[in-house]
């Protein structure tokens, strides 16, 4: 009588650190007698533990909320740290593990990576899923086969899918069972604990930052619960005030995987098609599948990490000598109130309103003239929710150098989206506290106060002149207009 053979799978946790809505995680759970569920921190430059220091510090957080959610159904979260080939290799041999399942991720590093896995542990055929996102990249394409690049049609693509098959965005439930793998692992010479990892910076920075969050699954489904509740009704307008709650604050637990897109739609949509859908639960559905259309676009356009989408950049002037200037803004110190109130907002929270995020990136890279790519890389180091899809995308639209970008002639009035978004100032004086007395009518141009009470504030002289420099950007911009 033949014997079927003892399954004992690996289940590897990236991108997706939580029980529900887990594809890999189901389908391990149905195929094998044990599971071991396991996260490798992958030195690999732009893998997940090596996005920035603020993604480091919450993924220690996720990965803590991970391991009790487990604890809790049984089993243990197994850490290991090295060259993800050669970490599974080694437990594999260790374990007797025949099995391997995990969820796909979609960023040229991680899909290169992950192809050479696939290929060295092909004797145990992986079965890789969709645990991301509503629509895989090449799921929604254009007639003719070509991936989109303007948002509106893959908007009208996507909400057609999910329109025409609804059923595609029901979530998966947390498994009843996990099979748990034997006392074996136990000693295993690769386990670590979370705390060896060092995801957390000697300096406690971090303690005021993560003050403003809770982290987890379970995290997650309560904040949706509470944004669904009462301000997604007022979305459409709430959500470019800055010193109002009126957005969802989910983009870090999407990026950790802490919940995902299908668990929002779903909910959100609660039966509906997204036609029909409220003004202000339609315009959240949007950007949740503006998400997606990031990842759609680093899928097809692996170069945009770091390379203008409008080749016509790459031959653009930017300013000389700007090292004073991108501390400056770093630090929150260029003496334009709003764009300062967000530079120490993302310091202290780890997270920047969205309508500020544009804000301040049309000031770098065109009142200052400083490339996006820096701004790029200083939000990748200080996000939370610093998703390298999401990011390049923000950058490169705010630049008008990428894909549906913003013409590159928009320039943000930093006063104006001020008086407009924040008009009693209330954002900029909590984030500027050295302008708190100063009349709301002067509260974002401080220096337009007179001589004295201007001379009175601890508070820096703009960096530049904002209607020079416009001009300055549209005259190098002129200069590249016309070439290919």
């Known amino acids: 009588m033949e014997t079927t053979k003892h399954a004992i799978g690996i289940v590897w946790f990236r991108q997706d650190l939580r029980l529900s809505d887990n594809p890999a995680l189901t389908v391990a759970c149905r195929e094998c007698d044990q599971i071991i569920p396991l996260f490798i921190d992958d030195p690999r430059d732009q893998t997940l533990t090596q996005v920035g220091a603020a993604s480091r510090v919450w993924l220690h957080h996720s990965l803590h909320a991970l391991e009790q959610t487990l604890k809790g159904k049984g089993t243990d979260l197994f850490i290991a740290q090295g060259a993800s080939l050669d970490?599974?290799?080694?437990?594999?041999?260790?374990?007797?593990?025949?099995?391997?399942?995990?969820?796909?991720?979609?960023?040229?590093?991680?899909?290169?990576?992950?192809?050479?896995?696939?290929?060295?542990?092909?004797?145990?055929?992986?079965?890789?899923?969709?645990?991301?996102?509503?629509?895989?990249?090449?799921?929604?394409?254009?007639?003719?086969?070509?991936?989109?690049?303007?948002?509106?049609?893959?908007?009208?693509?996507?909400?057609?899918?999910?329109?025409?098959?609804?059923?595609?965005?029901?979530?998966?439930?947390?498994?009843?069972?996990?099979?748990?793998?034997?006392?074996r692992l136990d000693k295993s010479s690769l386990r670590l604990s979370i705390k060896q990892l060092q995801l957390l910076p000697q300096r406690d920075w971090y303690k005021s930052m993560m003050a403003s969050w809770k982290v987890g699954e379970k995290a997650a489904q309560a904040q949706l619960r509470k944004f669904l509740k009462a301000a997604v009704v007022d979305y459409t307008d709430a959500r470019n005030l800055p010193a109002v709650e009126g957005t969802s604050a989910l983009s870090p637990h999407l990026?950790?995987?802490?919940?995902?897109?299908?668990?929002?739609?779903?909910?959100?949509?609660?039966?509906?098609?997204?036609?029909?859908?409220?003004?202000?639960?339609?315009t959240f559905a949007k950007e949740i599948v503006w998400r997606e259309f990031a990842h759609n676009l680093i899928y097809h356009f692996p170069k945009m990490i770091d390379k203008p989408l409008d080749t016509r950049f790459e031959k653009f002037q930017w300013a000389d000598n700007t090292a004073d200037h991108l501390r400056a803004w770093q630090r929150g110190q260029t003496g334009v109130p709003i764009v300062d109130a967000g530079m120490r907002q993302l310091y202290a929270t780890g997270w920047m309103h969205n309508r500020v995020r544009m804000i301040v990136g049309s000031y770098l890279v065109k009142n200052l003239l400083i490339p996006w790519q820096e701004g790029e890389q200083w939000f990748r180091d200080t996000l939370v929710d610093a998703d390298l899809a999401s990011n390049a995308m923000g950058w490169q639209w705010v630049a008008g150098c990428g894909a549906d970008a913003a013409p590159y002639f928009r320039v943000f009035n930093p006063v104006l989206q001020g008086e407009k978004f924040d008009k009693q100032g209330e954002y900029v004086c909590y984030w500027v506290p050295e302008l708190e007395a100063v009349p709301r009518k002067y509260i974002h141009k401080p220096w337009e106060l007179d001589a004295q009470s201007r001379a009175a504030l601890d508070y820096p002289h703009p960096l530049v002149d904002l209607k020079v420099t416009r001009q300055r950007a549209l005259d190098s911009f002129s200069a590249i207009k016309g070439t290919k």
């Open 87 to 183: 970490v599974l290799q080694s437990l594999i041999a260790e374990t007797g593990a025949n099995k391997i399942f995990w969820n796909r991720c979609y960023d040229p590093v991680t899909i290169e990576r992950d192809s050479q896995i696939k290929l060295a542990l092909s004797a145990l055929s992986p079965k890789t899923f969709n645990g991301l996102l509503v629509h895989e990249p090449w799921e929604n394409l254009k007639g003719d086969g070509t991936p989109y690049k303007v948002f509106t049609a893959y908007w009208r693509r996507a909400s057609a899918q999910i329109d025409e098959a609804p059923e595609s965005i029901k979530p998966l439930p947390v498994p009843r069972a996990i099979p748990v793998i034997d006392k």
């Open 255 to 282: 990026h950790f995987g802490e919940i995902t897109p299908k668990q929002v739609l779903y909910r959100l949509l609660d039966g509906n098609p997204t036609t029909r859908l409220p003004v202000g639960e339609l």
